[in-house]
Every structure is written in C-alpha cells, then in structure tokens.
C-alpha cells in the first residue's frame, strides 16, 4: 500500500477541544453568546431537578422524533444515531442514551463552527449546519452525518441541538461507504465540513442535492436528512417552551449547573480512588486487503488526584482504512467513562470530560491525519480505543472496594461488519449492513456473569431489528439467529455469549455484492481481566452453492455449517465479494471477555451453564475443570482432580 501523502492546508480542518477564550475571539460582533456565567443567580434544588430532567426529556423526545421519521433500518430498529443539547460555545450538556460515541465529539465540531462559519456563511436564527467530516466531528467516519442547529434566544445564541445517525450509503468506490482496498480517503465518501443545509427555516436544494446526490440511496439519505431537522426543531420549540415557564437565565444556569454537578461527582469519585498507572493493548489484525500485519493501540492510564490522563504515545502508525481521527479517539475515551464511571450522573459531557487529559501522536490509529482512509474508523479504531480505555479503567476501578463492583472486561470487541447491496425482491436498488452483532456479548464484572447478546455498552438503548423485518426489506432468507454455545470468556465470572446468523439470497434477480469488514478473527480484541480469558473470536464462512434450497423444500431447517452443504470459504477481514443464489453466509460476531480465573468458578454455575448450552461439557472439563455425569450433576471428587491437573497443565506450559 502506498503512503498516504498530506495535504498541506487540510489542518484547518482538524478540530481539537476549544476554549471559550479562543471562541470569543474569533466571533464577529454581530453575533452575540448568551451570558454562561451567571454566578450570581440561584437556583433552588427543586427548580434545579425539574429543569435538569425536563432537559433530559427533551433529548428523549428528539431521538423518538428522529427515530420515527427516518425510514432506515440502522436507524429505525437498531438506535444507530443520537441527539445532544449544548451550551453556547458547544459543551454539551445532555447527550441521548444512543449511541455516544456519536455525539461524543458533538462539541469539537460546533467549536469548529464557531470558529470558522460565523462570520462567512454566518450562523443565524433558523439554520442548520450538515457536515459528514470526521476530522471537524460529530461523527466517526463520513456515513455518520450530523445537523446542528443554533439555538437563539432573543437575539443571542443560547445553545445548540444536535442530530447524527449512521447513513448506510454516502458515496465511495464500494457499496455501504466502506472499501476495505482503500488507500486513502480519496477512495471512500469524500468528508462534507460544516455547510449550511438550513437558511431561515428552509431545506436548501443545491446543498442538499449535493449531499444527496453521492449516495446510491439518495431518497432514504434525504429523508434522513429531514428527521434530523426535525429532530431539531422539536428540540428548539421545547426548550423555548422550558425558557417561557422558567425563564432564560435560570435553564442556562441549570445548563452550567448540571455539567459542573457531573464534573464534581466524577471528581469526588475517582479522589475516593488509589493514585496509580494502569496499561492495555487492542490489537486489530488487517488494516486493508491483502494485508498481514496486526495493528496496535496503545493506552497508559495515569490517575492523579480526579484526574486522569490518557496517554496513547506507542500507538502504531496509520495504516489501511482502520483508522479513526482524534474526533473517533475522543468518542472512544468518553463512550467507556460514562457506563463504567458515570451510570448515576448526569450524562453531560462538557462536564466530564474537564476530568480528562489526552497525549496523542498525530498520524496514528486513533489520531490519523487527512487524507487517511478513516471509513472504518467507527468499528475499528475509536471501537479499539473504547476497548483499551475500559480495560484500563477496570483495572483502576478493581483497586477500591467502592468502585469494585463498576467494573466490567472488554465487550464484544468489534463489529463483525457485512455490507450487502444490489437489487431487492422488487428489482429496485438497496444497501444495508447485516445489523445483528449490535447484540454484543457483555464483559463479566467482579461479581457478576456478563449479560448475553446484551448489546454494546455505548448504546444503552442498542437493538437488533426482527428477522421478519430483515426479510421484508432485503432479498435474504434467514436460516438462523441464535446464542453461541463457548462464545462467552471463561472466567470465576463469565463473560455474556455472542450470537451468530445464516442467510441466503433469496428472489434477489442478480448476485448480491458483499463487503466484509471485520477484526478479531486472528487477535483477542475482547480480553478478560484477573486471569479471565477473552470471549470467542469473530468467525464468518461462504458456504458456496449450499444444499439450503432442497433442504428447506423437504421441510427440513439446516442448523449448521455441516448440514448445509456445499464448499466452505473462510473469508479474511477485508474483502469484497458475491453471493449468488445457493450460497449461505454465516457470522459470528465476538462474546463478552470473563472475570477471574476459570477454574476458580463455582461448579454448579457451571453445570447450570452446560445444561442451559451456555458452556459445552467439553469445555466445562477442559477450561473449567468441571466434572458432570450423565444428567449433568456436578462430580465433586472428578472435579477437584481435574481443577489441579489443569493447574498442573499450567505450570508445565509456564517451566517448559
């Protein structure tokens, strides 16, 4: 692969944290910042906790607007998407419980705005500003499209609301956005920086034409668009509702109260904390097609004090199209803070990330400079980051038996990503991603197993849409959507099992192009914590021309790989791809990493685990060192025999 060359004057481009110093000076006069500092107000606690979740509400109510008006999969049964509220420098002061790695950067992207449109085109009353660049944020990679609208009041801007969601085509060499060959960024969607898509209220056409017009599915990606405008606009009339019955100064003052009120109770937590540095590696094997080399992220936690430092020098370079821009790096950091630190305060970023400090290198994984391929970026480097992040805070929250029981192993990993498009059972053009590993495998914690097919931490309110409703809208045939027995990490705890599907063309009038874009086939990107192992690896496999079709007409329901029929292939992570009529396609995506040693585990969870098929009788003996009989009682004698042969088998491996 080529080096990728930069570009000089992209670096206007590269957004970083602003300070509300550096805001006010580039801001033109006539654009006026209501007062944030209104420390001589006071607001009543009562009034405080209405406000607060009357803001909450707000966000709550936005998300459902979008989610009903869009008419994505990804969006629509999946909460592919988010929604935040900000001050007026871009501190964002509520985000959606979506997905957060989204709208983590929300605020790098509206400093960016202030910064560098309020003078040229401007930022008035009734705009919105669409961008799809993941170097200004907003988003991870280009398919994750933000509008941000200002908010005025009474000719000040007062704050912002924002909108993202995940768009399943906007442009590139290969359908879905995502080219595993790619070698630049030139070869993907090409990033849209901030442009006002809204003047005065109204949808402009040559912007939107031009957004529009890149995608192979430009009537959805338009529609989406209008979703998040109105998303927006329901934000804004509640909010001047909320102004109208509590007034102007006191929703800013609880604005700036409930991100100081998350930046103290973060604080006061993490001083209740021993001082120490704590270290994690994320490997993602083949950055691009053809390649052989695994990639590495790497993270030094320091705490000090309420302070934390997160420094990810030793990182490797950029490479292929796995990588992320320090806008997916910052999503990353705060995507793992909120459910491991911040489950019970309130979810405002600007607050809590003033806890953070960041050390970086330019032109790394998780920090790439223009013009690398970052379309991947989403589920590979930010989503590695995440990884790295979380198993350094576990092991911080593992010192004190106040935060002990906070702490969770690395989730599922990745995404197992399958891009398919062509033409569907009606002959028209389609484009979607196979949406079931959103059902991740839960890490386990100190003193608890991890939840099955949970979801994804950082989309608390994640979903995997119905089979029926796949079928409907893609020429697919599910043959099976199921838990996977051994995917969970052996560990005292176990680690939450992953799942698996198998589909099939089906009335699909030509081969159905594929793209396939995942990590964790080869590396563990879903490690375990105390002696816990990770959960299972990623595994997909191309049955060509399957038996699945004659099986099916004799009424019989193929339940495995062998019954199916026909050639297996073990695709690589990055590559591109047909399935033709008769060919199955089966994923399965990575398990929850476990908690403790595996020998160390009660043995009646074990034989609740093998009778319920969490765990096979196989690996309950061998990783276990668990004994069952014949009804799947435990054999206590056996058992005590086989825990210290493995511990022996241990120490044999260690001498030799």
């Known amino acids: ?345 309130p979810w405002a970023p600007g607050g809590i990330m003033r806890c953070v400090d960041i050390i970086s290198e330019p032109g790394t994984l998780n920090n790439a400079t223009f013009p690398a391929a970052v379309g991947k970026g989403s589920v590979a480097s930010s989503w590695a980051t995440t990884n790295a992040v979380m198993e350094c805070l576990s092991q911080m929250l593992d010192t004190h038996p106040s935060t002990r029981s906070s702490v969770a192993s690395v989730c599922c990993g990745s995404w197992d990503l399958s891009i398919v498009a062509g033409l569907n059972q009606h002959g028209a053009p389609f484009a979607t991603s196979i949406l079931e590993p959103m059902a991740g495998g839960f890490g386990a914690g100190s003193d608890h197993d991890g939840v099955d097919t949970a979801g994804l931490p950082f989309i608390p309110m994640g979903k995997v849409p119905d089979v029926e409703m796949n079928e409907f809208t893609t020429p697919l045939l599910y043959l099976w959507r199921r838990e996977e027995t051994d995917s969970g990490g052996p560990g005292r705890y176990r680690g939450g099992l992953s799942g698996s599907v198998a589909f099939t063309p089906y009335h699909s009038p030509a081969p159905i192009y594929q793209v396939i874009s995942g990590s964790g086939k080869a590396v563990s990107m879903n490690r375990g914590l105390a002696g816990g192992h990770p959960g299972a690896a990623q595994e997909d496999i191309a049955v060509r021309g399957s038996d699945a079709a004659e099986l099916l007409a004799r009424g019989e329901l193929p339940s495995t790989v062998a019954e199916l029929g026909g050639t297996p292939e073990f695709p690589s992570n990055q590559e591109e791809s047909l399935l033709h009529q008769g060919d199955v396609y089966v994923m399965r995506w990575q398990g929850g990493g476990g908690y403790g040693d595996p020998v160390l585990r009660d043995p009646e969870l074990v034989a609740t685990d093998v009778r319920e098929l969490k765990v096979s009788p196989d690996a309950a003996r061998t990783v276990y060192g668990v004994v069952l009989d014949d009804s799947f009682t435990v054999n206590a004698t056996a058992t005590a025999a086989c825990r210290e042969a493995v511990r022996a088998d241990r120490r044999n491996r260690v001498q030799g």
């Not at 944290?17 to 007062?35: G, Q, S």
């Not at 002061?93 to 960016?112: D, E, K, R």
């Open 1 to 345: 692969m080529m080096a990728v060359t930069p570009v000089p004057g992209s670096e206007i481009f590269a957004s970083r944290p602003y300070t509300n110093e550096e805001i006010r000076t580039d801001l033109p006069a006539h654009l006026p910042l209501y007062p944030t500092d209104l420390s001589g107000a006071e607001v009543d606690p009562l009034t405080y906790e209405v406000v607060r979740n009357r803001i909450f509400a707000i966000t709550d109510l936005m998300g459902d607007a979008l989610r009903r008006m869009s008419g994505s999969l990804v969006v629509t049964d999946c909460n592919d998407f988010d929604v935040a509220l900000t001050d007026p420098y871009g501190h964002i002061v509520q985000v959606g419980p979506y997905n957060t790695q989204l709208v983590a950067s929300i605020g790098l992207a509206i400093g960016w705005i202030l910064r560098n449109r309020a003078d040229n085109p401007g930022i008035e009353p009734g705009d919105m500003f669409l961008c799809s660049d993941p170097w200004v944020g907003g988003g991870l990679h280009q398919n994750d499209v933000a509008l941000f609208a200002p908010l005025f009041h009474e000719g000040k801007l007062f704050g912002w609301t924002a909108a993202v969601a995940h768009q399943l085509d906007v442009g590139g060499v290969s359908p879905g956005s995502w080219t595993p060959r790619a070698e630049d960024v030139f070869w993907e969607s090409l990033p849209m920086p901030p442009i006002k898509v809204v003047r005065g209220g109204v949808i402009q056409c040559d912007v939107e034409d031009a957004y529009v017009r890149r995608s192979r599915i430009p009537k959805l990606v338009a529609l989406d668009l209008r979703a998040k405008v109105g998303a927006n606009k329901l934000g804004h009339e509640r909010i001047a509702e909320l102004i109208r019955k509590f007034d102007a100064d006191t929703v800013q003052q609880v604005m700036q109260l409930q991100m100081r009120d998350a930046e103290q109770r973060l604080r006061d937590r993490l001083a209740t904390i021993p001082d120490g540095t704590w270290t994690a590696v994320n490997h993602q094997e083949q950055s691009h097609t053809g390649d052989r080399e695994a990639h590495a992220i790497r993270l030094k936690l320091t705490k000090t004090g309420s302070d934390l430092l997160f420094d990810f020098t030793g990182t490797d370079e950029q490479s292929g199209m796995i990588n992320c821009t320090f806008t997916g790096l910052y999503g990353g950091i705060i995507s793992a803070m909120m459910p491991l630190l911040c489950g019970d305060l």
